[in-house]
């Protein structure tokens, strides 16, 4: 079976041919968004 749209955009940016559920992965974002009360916490 193919991959749902996410996995081929997951795969894109970790530089994989496929990903799966479950998978541990390693990408570089384009952007990320963080909420004000938890980002900080995240971020430290």
């Not at 749209?5 to 559920?21: E, F, N, P, R, S």
């Not at 952007?31 to 916490?41: E, K, Q, Y």
Request: net charge neutral; charged share 15%; aromatic share 2%.
């Amino acid at each position: 079976m193919g991959m749902t749209m996410t996995q081929k955009i997951l795969a894109a940016h970790a530089g994989l041919d496929t990903v799966y559920a479950g998978q541990l992965i390693s990408i570089k974002l384009d952007m990320v968004l963080g909420n004000d009360i938890t980002a900080p916490v995240a971020i430290k």
